[in-house]
């Protein structure tokens, strides 16, 4: 198979693409440089930027859990509840960030560690969509605030500005969030500040990928376009 057409077809980029960066030199093909005639064979080792694409990546795990309340976010096995224990998957993985106890909703976990850094760092600011319920009626105030950023005088931050709306389903107290921080208990918090209680929080929503159908407490395996659409500027799928 030509290169071109073996790179594409992993979900990294177009044929297009894949020429620009194999005649900018970035393509290794079992550690040689790569020319556009290279071909590829089953069970060779293409690399893009030194990391590697296609069917070897495929080693690595990638699944959603539909985290239920009461699993701690913990790589700790002598925890209680801790979430590898949970999964009980056959391979090493760990969470990519987390949700605290008393949360609910969409979290990842991995093989790979190359990736974590790139989802979590919040300056390439990717979205988490919750839907959070509070113990009161919600006000104008309270939206516009949580909006601008909310000073959190125990963590001494300011919260960057955020999408929020109420909720369709049931508009006095439950809202929609979505951030593109995760600081420590951080809707919590910031509900705390005006004076409300969360008595529900559901993360629905990680960058392209929701929780769909994923009931409480179960997993799957990310489809090759969900793990794309998480990092569409990256091979090391």
Known sequence: MRLNKYISGTGACSRREADAWIEAGRVRVNGAVATLGTQVNDGDEVKVDGRIVGARAQQHVYIALNKPVGITCTTERHVPGNIIDFVGHRERIFPIGRLDKESEGLILLTSNGDIVNEILRVENHHEKEYLVTVDRDITGAFLAGMARGVRLPELNVTTKPCRIERAPQRPDRVFRIVLTQGLNRQIRRMCAVFGYDVR??????????????????????????????????????
């Open 200 to 237: 529900r929080l559901q993360r629905v929503r990680i960058i392209n990928l929701t929780l769909g159908g994923l009931k409480v407490g179960k997993w799957r395996d990310l489809t090759a376009a969900e793990r794309h659409g998480l990092l569409p500027q990256r091979t090391q799928w």
